[in-house]
């Protein structure tokens, strides 16, 4: 599985962003899918997972109710939906997969993305 991660980018506190990852190879409907993100001096920390079938979501407790993740697996594609962005998201945002139920440890995933910068000014 290869996964590419875009749509970082330099934001104000308070705006939206959309991160998009796109995965090829063993089939994506099949993997639980996840974002992590690492600040720097920081640990790699997980912020949102989603099961194969989307119907199962978990989120850290710094972005519940500001970020949304989903997925298109026509399009093998999972989105994280950002808003309300505040200055200590900024980090590099990792997707991830993994063939079995969504999982908030980094550890149990098997591929990840290249990651994807983004930048909160306040």
């Known amino acids: 599985v290869q996964l590419q991660a875009f749509g970082g980018g330099l934001v104000q506190a308070g705006d939206s962003l959309r991160l998009s990852c796109t995965t090829s190879g063993r089939t994506f409907s099949n993997a639980a899918l996840g974002w992590f993100r690492q600040a720097p001096g920081k640990e790699r920390e997980f912020v949102a997972g989603?099961?194969?079938?989307?119907?199962?979501?978990r989120y850290a407790d710094s972005v519940k109710g500001r970020f949304t993740i989903s997925r298109d697996n026509a399009k093998n594609t999972v989105y994280l939906q950002m808003n309300n962005l505040k200055p200590e998201d900024t980090a590099v945002y990792y997707c991830?997969?993994?063939?079995?139920?969504?999982?908030?440890?980094?550890?149990?995933?098997?591929?990840w993305g290249q990651g994807t910068q983004v930048t909160v000014s306040s």
């Open positions: 991830a997969a993994r063939f079995g139920g969504v999982s908030i440890f980094r550890y149990s995933y098997d591929y």
């Open positions: 989603i099961e194969r079938s989307g119907s199962i979501t």
